[in-house]
Nanobody, 122 residues
Framework: QVQLVESGGGLVQAGGSLRLSCAAS????????MAWFRQAPGKEREFVAR????????YYTDSVKGRFTISTDNAKNTVYLQMNSLKPEDTAVYYC???????????????WGQGTQVTVSS
């Protein structure tokens, strides 16, 4: 029902920055919580950060805390993930997701974007 489109991925050197964008087709109760996940080759998809459209309930996985910032632009129905001080271990496909309840498990999110590749060189 809700279309999510990520953009902003690319190749960056360690220590550099990228800003990912997730454009949502609409904001509804089904998009109460917005989140970013990432998945490296051969690895499970893991939670990165979450936020609600009202700016509450922000949370980050420990490995990115202090380096990544999630935010929203409600006028554009867009969620951002500002990634600073990037490390090679941040290399993954990053996915935007939306859901009705706050959580960390990918199964709780009903809509997903196509993913955008982030590669951090050492």
């Amino acid at each position: 029902q809700v279309q999510l489109v990520e953009s902003g991925g690319g190749l960056v050197q360690a220590g550099g920055s990228l800003r990912l964008s997730c454009a949502a087709s609409r904001r509804t109760v089904s998009t109460f919580v917005m989140a970013w996940f990432r998945q490296a080759p051969g690895k499970e998809r893991e939670f990165v950060a979450r936020i609600t459209w009202s700016g509450t309930s922000t949370y980050y996985t420990d490995s990115v805390k202090g380096r990544f910032t999630i935010s929203t632009d409600n006028a554009k129905n867009t969620v951002y993930l500002q990634m600073n001080s990037l490390k090679p271990e941040d290399t993954a496909v990053y996915y935007c997701a939306s859901g009705r309840i706050i959580g960390f498990n990918p199964s709780l999110f009903g809509s997903w974007g196509q993913g955008t590749q982030v590669t951090v060189s050492s």
